[in-house]
Structures are given as C-alpha cells and as structure tokens.
C-alpha cells in the first residue's frame, strides 16, 4: 500500500515539473514547445483539411444517402454510401467552379475600376470638405479653413506615400513569392487534395470510426464518466453543427441574393459588395454593419441617391436573414442570449479575429452548457429543484409605500 502511495506521488511529482517547465519554456524561454506544436500542425495539414471537410459534408451525404435508399432500396449501403459522397463532391466542386468562373473575373474588373478611380473619388471627398468648411461658422476664418484642407492634402500624401512606398512593394514581393515559389503552391494543392481523399475515406466509414471511438473511451474510462463524456461531445457537435454550417450556409445565401439584387439595381461594385456582406455576414450581430458600412462609402462616391437606396435594401435583406432565414437555419444551435454572443464575439475577436469571432459563438455555447449542467447537477444534489429560493426578494412594505 506503501508503494503504490509512493508510485503516485513519484508520477505526480514528475507531471508537475513537466508542466512547469514546458510553461516556463513556453512563455519565456525559446518557445520549443510552442515550435513543436506548429510543426506538428504543420505535417499534419492535411488530415485537418480532411476532418473538416468530412465534418462539413456529413449532412449533405447523409441527404444523399436517404434520397438513394428511396430510389434504390435494393442496393448495398457501402454502394450507395459511394454514390453520396461521389454526389457530394461532384455538387461542391461545381459551386466552386461556378463561383470563379462567374464572381472573381467580376471582381477583378471591379477592383480594377475602383483602383483606377481611386484620384477622382479623394477629389469627391476633398471637395464635400471645402463645402462644408466653407458653410460652416465655425470654420469661417480663413485660418481654420486653411488648417482642415492642408490637414487633408496631408492625409491624401500619406496614403499616397503610403501605397507607393509599401502596398505596391509587398504586393510585387507575394507575386515574386508565388510565381517564384511556386514549390509552396504545389504543397498546399498537395495537402488540400490529400486532405479531400482523407475526407473521402472519413465519410465512406464514418459510423465505424464512431464505433471504435467509443470503445477505446469506454475501455479508458469508467461507465458513469463515459455517458457523460458521450453527452458532452453530442452536445458540442449539436452546437457546432448547428452554428457553423448553419452559418455558412446562411451567408452563402446572403451574399448570392445581394449579389443578384444589387445586379438588380445596378448598384456599382456589386461583385465587391457582395463577397463583403456574405464573407462578414458569417459575424453575428456585428457581421451586417462591418459589411454595409464600407459598401455604401463605395457607393456614396459613385452616387449619394444610390447609396440611400442600398441602405435600405441592406437593412431589408437584415431583416429578412434575422427574422425569416437565420431561424429557419440556426434554430436555437447556440442556447445563449444576445449579451453573452456579444461577449463571446469581443473575446473571440481579440484572440482569433475574424475567425475568433466566428467561432467564439459555439464554443461559449459548449462551455455555457457545460456550466449549467454542472450547476444543475449541484442544486440538484443539494435537494434544490426549485428556481424560487433564488429570485430576489420583495422590498419592504415601507419601501413599496414610498
């Protein structure tokens, strides 16, 4: 008994330095650690492609899936799981297709026109300056004027010097990288086609993979921790399943009908404008304004009248996406209430950025969720069932009679 006691703490004793010493290396020695995991991620880019796009088109095969056993309820399930993954890919790679085909020789031409427009539209606002300076009392001496045009022509220099001296040098340096390296653009090709085949083979045998999962967990862990473990990863794919490919279909969706409405209306900027709503409508709450603000700034230029009738189509296209088509998506997929989204947009922006704040939504969901079972669960064993005892409690009667 003896022994075992002291095997426990000698292995306890042992993790715990470990630990500090990979915390101390990490955070203020050489990182090797914080290397090493970015090899790791590295070598293994291709099994993540793979993972994600098995986890994104699970759905989608399994749709195809029911739709065949109708059809041909005769054949084999691995011969019509075959059919649905090869339905599957061939509908992707076709939206994909269609998307560069159609979208990105239009928003090059469009970034073209705004590049080659770009004088013409500081002249614009240089001159709705000098207007309003000019109208205003407060700049009706011709030094204050002189100060807010001079202050603009040095803003205007800057962004020049700017363009001239940074943007257009790197922008030579990633084309030399691309075109001269063009060994790295092999590689990515490389993992990401590697990555489609892992994807193949994860959804061919994905109910086995599950199968196996759960008896190495269930030979790791007790029965009472495994039920919950299992619950816990049912609901975190819940969560996840629900927003993320919610999500992205939602702004798929978003982004082509701004795309056909604003074609519509022949709004200027319309491929620009449309990968700028879909692409930011994937942010909760904040997504819509990050996306109409700099859009309708492009189309104040062009025309002032175009762009009051763009803020409304945008806030119509909001309305119809928060009130009809995210709930027909989402549902209920996260559980939280408008504050915490906030919350967790805020801290997932100032960790990830944009990406932070795509996924800080699900995984304070998973983690909200957790909390509240764990809360029950203590209540619970506290004999407490009953929200009552927790409400606050009434005021005074002199209080009420004031």
């Known amino acids: 008994m003896k022994n075992k006691t002291y095997l426990h703490l000698g292995v306890t004793l042992i993790v715990s330095a470990c630990a500090v010493l990979m915390f101390y290396d990490t955070f203020f020695q050489s990182r090797v650690l914080l290397d090493f995991f970015d090899k790791l991620m590295s070598v293994l880019s291709p099994v993540i492609y793979g993972l994600v796009f098995a986890y994104l088109l699970a759905p989608i095969v399994d749709f195809f899936d029911r739709g065949i056993q109708k059809v041909l309820p005769k054949v084999k399930s691995s011969l019509v799981r075959g059919l649905s993954i090869l339905v599957t890919w061939i509908c992707v790679i076709a939206l994909i297709y269609l998307m560069f085909s159609i979208l990105i020789p239009e928003l090059v031409d469009s970034t073209k026109t705004l590049a080659d427009n770009f004088e013409s539209y500081y002249k614009t606002v240089y001159n709705w300056v000098n207007s309003l300076v000019e109208n205003q009392t407060i700049f009706s001496d011709d030094i204050y004027s002189d100060q807010v045009l001079s202050a603009l022509n040095g803003y205007y220099d800057k962004l020049v010097k700017w363009i001239t001296d940074t943007v257009i040098p790197q922008a030579q340096v990633a084309i030399v990288a691309v075109t001269g390296g063009i060994w790295s653009v092999v590689i990515f090709l490389k993992n990401l086609l590697i990555g489609m085949m892992i994807s193949v083979y994860l959804l061919a045998r994905k109910e086995s993979f599950a199968k196996q999962s759960k008896k190495i967990l269930y030979a790791i862990l007790p029965e009472t921790p495994y039920r919950r473990t299992l619950r816990a990863v049912s609901e975190a794919d819940r969560i996840f399943s629900g927003f993320v490919r919610g999500k992205l279909l939602d702004s798929l969706i978003i982004g082509i009908l701004c795309f056909i409405c604003c074609s519509i209306f022949k709004f200027p900027y319309t491929p620009i404008i449309s990968v700028f709503v879909g692409v930011t409508n994937i942010i909760p709450i904040f997504g819509p304004f990050l996306g109409a603000i700099p859009s309708a700034f492009l189309i104040l230029l062009v025309s002032p009248k175009q762009c009051l009738y763009f803020i409304l189509f945008i806030i119509a296209l909001q309305q119809f996406d928060g009130n009809i088509l995210g ?76």
């Open 327 to 402: 709930p027909k998506i989402l549902g209920k997929s996260t559980g939280i209430s408008s504050f915490w989204v906030i919350v967790a947009i805020v801290v997932g922006g100032g960790f990830g950025g944009v990406l932070g704040m795509f996924l800080g939504v699900p995984i304070f969901a998973c983690i909200s969720s957790l909390v509240n079972w764990f809360t029950n669960r203590s209540l619970t064993k506290k004999g407490v069932t009953d929200d009552a005892m927790f409400a606050p409690a009434p005021a005074p009667l002199d209080e009420k009679k004031d």
